[in-house]
């Protein structure tokens, strides 16, 4: 691609939160007596916003609002958030590409300053130039986010590339009109993945071979 400005994606393509996620979630569904997921089903049907993900696996919101098992979720989820690891090879491909010269964006859909903490903890957050997390814990769309992010550093579309897990990371990077590559270690299964886009590729590893 030749791209100079990664905009790499953080929870399922750098930090690896998948079975972590799925575990949180079987909490809330067990409590409320729902079916459990596996990471196979997990995956085929976590989707963007997550609200529309919670109801398709069975949450009621005309019992309950969203916002209760979201914060329930969130709970959970910092909670083992330090025990979560980045994927293996996350930091030799943000080394490889900042010793080529390139500079290396974070937009997330975790909230900003928890993902600030996070990437401190992790000691990776040297690596980027700048980090744009969402300002609320309910995990919407990205793109209104990813617009202004960009807009605020000025950046040249045809420049950059975006490096994500989901195919909501593909419809953010189509609605900034830059290219895009999706890895399928994360939130969604490669052969979902592949419905839509030949953009793929299995590893994060295999990112440097591809960008």
């Known amino acids: ?6 905009i790499w994606d953080w929870n399922g393509t750098l930090l690896n939160d998948v079975q972590m996620c799925v575990n949180c979630m079987n909490v809330l569904l067990g409590k409320r007596h729902l079916t459990r997921l596996s990471l196979e089903t997990y995956r085929s049907v976590f989707n ?3 609200k529309d993900y919670y109801e398709e696996i069975g949450f009621d919101f005309s019992r309950e609002d969203f916002e209760i098992p979201a914060m329930e979720f969130m709970d959970l989820y910092h909670r083992f958030l330090p025990e979560t690891e980045l994927f293996p ?3 030799e491909v943000l080394e490889y590409f900042e010793k080529r010269g ?6 997330s859909a975790m909230e900003h300053n928890s993902l600030m903490k996070t990437l401190e903890e992790k000691r990776i957050l040297n690596y980027f130039d700048a980090v744009s997390g969402i300002d609320n814990i309910y995990a919407g769309s990205k793109q209104e986010m990813a617009r202004a992010f960009l807009d605020s550093l000025g950046l040249n579309n045809h420049d950059m590339v975006l490096v994500g897990d989901t195919l909501h990371d593909r419809e953010v990077a189509q609605a900034l009109g830059i290219d895009y ?9 490669k052969s979902r993945l592949l419905e839509k886009t030949d953009k793929v590729v299995d590893r994060l590893s295999e990112a440097a071979e591809n960008l």
């Open 1 to 6: 691609m030749g791209k100079k400005i990664i």
């Open 48 to 50: 963007f916003p997550v």
């Open 89 to 91: 090879c996350a930091e």
């Open 102 to 107: 390139y500079r290396q964006l974070i937009l």
């Open 181 to 189: 590559l999706l890895v399928a270690a994360g939130h969604q299964s």
